[in-house]
């Protein structure tokens, strides 16, 4: 079974600066979809972005990007310009195939608090 | 806003009770899963249906059941709830093209006492 591994349970950063979120992952497929989800207190789970793994490049939306590294298998995610807003829990996601049916596996997560 | 709309959001439910979570998605999203999330960590997934039939599970005992209408809506049901049931309950749907967003509910809040 695959794993989704989170090192970073929490992180804070400064508004208006920039932060890393480590994610790695664990599989022996070639062809696979990575996401970051944001869960803020309102518990809806929100995509942030997502990366093919068949695409070379890494995946932006405007502010957040990835740092997709396929060999070593790793899903890094950069938030520039921090806002407030951005203070949530991250997850980290591997969609893997299962059967007939596709099933998310979420690391634990981390909590990500931005200072003013 | 992602058109997926879960409800009780909280009920509390006393050991051995049976619940039943409810869930409806947009028009046309035919594959509909459900995922446990206890305090502190990432959701796990339960089970999925798609067009009614159930089509992959998680590591969850029988006692965890679902249904999935027509209408897309669907329903978790858990038999004689253990305190270890207490947790968010996560319904999420998507249409039917493979590589498409997963849209999430806002959760049903299960506690057991």
Known sequence: ?116 | ETGVTQSPTHLIKTRGQQVTLRCSSQSGHNTVSWYQQALGQGPQFIFQYYREEENGRGNFPPRFSGLQFPNYSSELNVNALELDDSALYLCASRPDRAGNTIYFGEGSWLTVV
């Open chain 1, 1 to 116: 079974a695959q794993t989704v591994t989170q090192s970073q349970p929490e992180m804070s950063v400064q508004e208006a600066e920039t932060v890393t979120l480590s994610c790695t992952y664990d599989t022996s497929e070639s062809d696979y979809y990575l996401f970051w989800y944001k869960q803020p207190p309102s518990r809806q789970m929100i995509l942030v972005i997502r990366q093919e793994a068949y695409k070379q490049q890494n995946a932006t939306e405007n502010r957040f990007s990835v740092n997709f590294q396929k060999a070593a298998k790793s899903f890094s995610l950069k938030i520039s310009d921090s806002q407030l807003g951005d203070a949530a829990m991250y997850f980290c996601a591997y969609r893997e195939k299962q059967g007939g049916s596709e099933k998310l596996v979420f690391g634990k997560g981390t909590k990500l608090t931005v200072n003013p």
